[in-house]
């Protein structure tokens, strides 16, 4: 067992990036000590269900919000608070995920059948050149 831990640390440390996912806590970047790119490759997660578009009844999400402009506040928060900031720091990317919701998870920025965006796209695109511009 400890052979296999060592070996699954050199791979970790051999890695070409340094790739965190973050649900449950906030999000304060720092280098990596190997100097490799660090990319929050799983992070977000708001629950909004969107009756008459869901798989079924289950409702999973890691924060569920009533509203639209809850969930827009919500992200628009966790952006100019913890993202942009990280970006400005050496953040390489980022990574909102899930895209759309899956069967039991409500926590896409689409509907499951795809056909209802939770998000504005006129909002977001606003959010993303306000926060984001000042960084090219």
């Known amino acids: 067992q400890l052979q296999q831990q060592v070996q699954q640390l050199t791979r970790l440390q051999s890695m070409q990036l340094l790739s965190l996912h973050v ?12 100097a490799r790119p660090v990319v929050l490759s799983e992070f977000g997660g ?25 969930l827009f506040e919500a992200f628009s928060t966790l952006y100019e608070k913890e993202i942009a900031p ?5 953040l390489s990317a980022a990574i909102y995920t ?11 920025l689409l509907t499951y059948d795809r056909a209802k965006e939770k998000l504005p796209p006129d909002k977001m ?3 993303f050149e306000k926060l984001f511009a000042p960084l090219e």
């Not at 708001?46 to 809850?70: L, V, W």
């Not at 990280?86 to 050496?90: E, I, L």
Request: glycine letters at 8%; aromatic letters at 16%; hydrophobic letters at 30%.
């Open 98 to 108: 899930p895209l759309s919701d899956v069967e039991d998870e409500l926590n896409g």
């Open 23 to 34: 649900y449950f806590k906030r999000f304060d970047f720092a280098p990596d000590k190997l």
């Open 46 to 70: 708001f629950n909004r269900r969107i009756n008459g578009h869901c798989f079924n009844r289950r409702d999973f999400g890691y924060k569920r919000m009533k509203t639209d402009e809850a």
């Open 86 to 90: 990280a970006y400005a720091k050496g």
């Open 125 to 127: 695109r606003e959010l």
